[in-house]
């Protein structure tokens, strides 16, 4: 993808300084990694920056870097219609994962972050409305984490699954919570 | 039997009213899929819309990390079984970009026109199935007629009617069919004038103009906050497309028109769409004019096959190569990518992170038709119950993909 003016870090830098890492340019995309505590006020500034203007939120990705530690991510992937830039922005979770929600800064954010929290488990705090959005209600565990078998777990419906019952953890795992 | 007047009612009393909240699908021939949506009615108004998605849920996601990069192709077939070709488009371009390769010019041809084959045969699903959400059923009979002049082609090129698989990693599968130029060339003249058709089947129908026009309406900054893209959002006069602002491929040496409505209603949304497939015509025809003769696969034996098959049967280098490739694949150097091409819904893109096997460790699809949906929310608002028919049908949603 071709940028025909680069995007210009100079304000993020300034106004974050060392709290944000710069990972560089990459395939069309410019990459910043930051902590989860920051990033709203980081989506809010990339938006409402008159020199950036990210007022499209592309997509949230939940990942799984099992076993490493911090185990998980939350990346963001947004655009800025007016200027053609893309941005990735990278955000390191521990276990449990809890990042504050970004729903109030694109409302897009909703589904993308009920399909992280389904799939991966990540908490987005702040979420009016974190239900699963793939899996049914009363579905146990997280499946798309590495540690969740392909096949699923064994039961009454499933005679081909893994062996093993379906890691609970009841401080956050199974229940819808608002 | 006492008669109920205006009279009888005791003094002061008002009229119990409550809310009363109905199941909409998942098996209901206008949901286009298997799509629930719960609505909370207030009379015959639509307050709130809850959609219930998951039904057609596959774990793509899943099943492409234990998959590798070439298995992974009919499985992007299935997300927007309307359009496979955009999304083996977009997967491709993907992990070549990661590997840092670019497929030979005539490649890129050769999948630009596939893709715009797709486009053609994804609108004029909408573009018939819209009037027969809403009672017309002649123009989904017409449209049909012409996919299936679209399917045929896609058979003469990959030998399959939907899931063509037809992209690969560096190239395509196979050269063009002999006599498929001719072929080609045939439906594009007839086909612009079948698309008046359709127009003159709708453009003078009264109900179907009451029925989309004004309804649904989401202004600019809603539909770029809900993460619209695509028609839906080129429908509310938000001039974007991914094939002209970020050229891949070869669209940087095509001419074509982005089309955009300023209404950002169910009729605007459905123009948008016919009139694309106009220039989706203009640049198949531009591919045939432009595509220059050469190789369909670019020529690295540790990504593609041996361009020559019959050096398999004859030559152990070319053996190993082709048994190597295909029972372990090829490895993509660690990194990760983003990125995003216009498909016939909106933004398709690919966020792959490779940690340097044969396999993914992360492939996440940014679904288009999964991001338009949420346009109901805003599109439904204070809607008649009937209208949620029009609106629902006007974004298009594809439940493979949505549900990916």
Known sequence: ?178 | MTEVTELSRPEGEALDTREVLLNLGPQHPSTHGVLRLVLELEGEYVKRVDPHIGYLHRGTEKLAESFTYTQIFPLTDRLDYLCPPSNNLAFALAVEKLLGIEAPIRAQYIRVMMAELARISGHLLITGALPLDLGAMTALLYAMREREMIMDLLEMISGARMHTSFCRVGGVREDLPDGFVPKIREFCDIFPNRIRDYERLVENNRVFLNRTQGIGVISAEDGIDLGLSGPNLRASGVDWDIRRDEPYEIYDRLDFNVITRNEGDCYARWQCRVEEMRESIRIIEQCFDQMPEGPFQIDMPTIAFPVDKDKVHCSMEALIQHFDLSAYGFKVPKGEVYSAIESPKGELGFYIISDGSEKPFRMKVRAPSFVNLQGLFVASNAQYLADMIAVLGSFDPVMGEVDK
């Open chain 1, 1 to 178: 993808m071709s940028m025909e003016v680069p995007l210009d870090r100079a304000p993020i830098t300034e106004r974050f300084g060392e709290a944000i890492d710069d990972l560089g340019f990459a395939h069309g995309v410019h990459s910043f990694a930051a902590p989860p505590e920051m990033i709203v006020e980081l989506s809010r500034f990339l938006k409402e920056h008159p020199a950036l203007r990210f007022n499209f939120l592309s997509d949230i990705c939940g990942v799984d870097h099992y076993p490493e530690m911090p185990r998980f991510e939350a990346v963001y992937h947004l655009y800025s219609l007016p200027n053609k830039w893309r941005v990735r922005i990278k955000c390191r979770l521990g276990d449990p994962p809890r990042v504050p929600s970004v729903i109030a800064v694109w409302r897009t954010a909703n589904w993308h972050e009920r399909e992280a929290w389904d799939m991966y488990g990540i908490r987005f705090d702040g979420h009016p409305d974190l239900r699963r959005i793939y899996m049914w209600e009363g579905f146990e565990g997280f499946p798309q984490r590495k540690d969740f078998p392909l096949r699923g777990y064994k039961d009454k419906l499933n005679p081909f699954g893994a062996e093993g019952p379906p890691p609970t953890q009841p401080d956050l795992a199974t229940k819808n919570i608002p």
